[in-house]
C-alpha cells in the first residue's frame, strides 16, 4: 500500500487524491459552488471581494458537509453527497455559513474514528488544541467542549492492532473542558430553541441520528494507512459526538441556526443513508 506523503507530518489530516472518482467528483462541485455563489453574490450586488468570499463560503460549505459524512457514516460513500447537496440548498435559503464548527466537529471526529488508519501525531495535537480555543472563543465556547469530548474519547477508547494509544489526551481533555466552563461561565447568550417547524425537524433529525449511532453496522471501511477494518466502538463514538456537537453547538445562542446548516446537512443525511448500509452488508456480516 502506497502511503500518502502527508502522513508523514499527520496521523488525521486525509489528502482528497483526485486518483479516487468520488473525490474528483467533490472537488468538482465545490468548484462549481463557488462559482455559482460568487456568481449570485454580484447579481445581488457584492463587489469583487464580496463575490469571491460569498463562492468561497459556498463551495467550503458543500465540500465540509461532504467530508463530515465521510467521518460520520464511513461505509456511505452515496450519503456524504446527498449531504454536499442539502448544505448547498441550505446555503441558497440561508446564506453564509459558519465553517469553523463543521472543521471543529470534522477535526475532532477524526480523532475518535482514526479513518485515517493512524493516531493523531504530536504535530495534530498541537495544532488542534489553538484550533479548539480559538473556535471556543470566537465562534461558541461549546466547541472546546466538543474538542475535550474527542480528546477524552480518544485517550480511553480501544485502539486497531498496531496504533497507538494517546493517553496524554485524557489530561489535555481536561484543560479544555476547564477553559470551556470558564468561557461558559462569562457568556451572556443563554440557550436558545429553535423555533417550530425547524426546531421540530432538528429533534428529529437528532433523535434519529442517536439512534443510528447505537446500532450502526460494523464497518467495513478500512484506515487509510493501516488497511484495517476502522474499530467498530471508534466509529459510533464519532457518530454519537456528531449528534452531540451539532445539539450543543444549535443550543448555544450565541451562533444563529440558520449557519450550521453544514452540521444537520450531515447528520440528515447520515441518517437517510443507514438503511442502505445495513440492506448492502451480506447476511451473517
Not at 22 to 51: E, W
Not at 86 to 96: D, K, N, P, S
Not at 195 to 207: C, E, M, Q, S, T
Request: glycine residues 10%; proline residues 6%.
Amino acid at each position: 500500500m502506497t502511503v500518502h506523503p502527508v502522513y508523514r507530518f499527520s496521523g488525521i489530516g486525509r489528502p482528497v487524491d483526485p486518483a479516487y472518482p468520488t473525490n474528483r467528483a467533490i472537488l468538482l462541485l465545490l468548484a462549481l459552488a463557488l462559482v455559482v455563489g460568487a456568481v449570485l453574490a454580484v447579481r445581488a450586488g457584492s463587489g469583487g471581494l464580496g463575490a469571491g468570499l460569498a463562492g468561497a463560503n459556498a463551495g467550503l460549505s458543500t465540500f465540509l458537509a461532504w467530508a463530515l459524512t465521510r467521518e460520520l457514516s464511513p461505509d456511505d460513500n452515496a450519503a456524504a453527497f446527498l449531504a454536499a447537496a442539502l448544505a448547498w440548498f441550505a446555503w441558497l435559503l440561508a446564506g453564509e455559513q459558519s465553517l469553523l464548527s463543521p472543521v471543529v466537529v470534522l477535526m475532532s471526529l477524526r480523532l475518535v474514528n482514526r479513518s485515517t488508519g493512524r493516531a493523531a501525531l504530536a504535530s495534530d495535537t498541537l495544532l488542534l488544541l489553538p484550533l479548539f480555543v480559538f473556535a471556543a472563543w470566537t465562534e461558541s465556547w461549546t466547541l472546546a467542549v466538543v474538542g475535550a469530548a474527542a480528546l477524552a474519547l480518544d485517550g480511553v477508547l480501544p485502539t486497531a492492532p498496531g496504533q497507538a494509544m494517546r493517553r496524554s489526551h485524557r489530561l489535555l481533555a481536561l484543560f479544555l473542558a476547564g477553559f470551556a466552563a470558564l468561557l461558559g461561565a462569562s457568556a451572556n447568550d443563554g440557550v436558545v430553541m429553535p423555533d417550530a417547524p425547524v426546531g421540530i425537524a432538528l429533534i428529529i433529525v437528532a433523535v434519529l441520528a442517536l439512534a443510528a449511532a447505537l446500532f450502526y453496522p460494523a464497518p467495513r471501511s478500512r484506515g487509510d494507512v493501516d488497511g484495517l477494518p476502522l474499530v467498530h466502538i471508534r466509529v459510533r463514538a464519532g457518530l454519537l459526538l456528531g449528534v452531540y456537537a451539532a445539539v450543543l453547538v444549535t443550543a448555544d445562542a450565541g451562533l444563529e441556526t440558520t449557519r450550521l446548516s453544514v452540521l444537520w446537512s450531515s447528520l440528515a443525511a447520515t441518517v437517510a443513508g443507514l438503511p442502505f448500509v445495513v440492506v448492502r452488508r451480506p447476511l451473517g456480516d
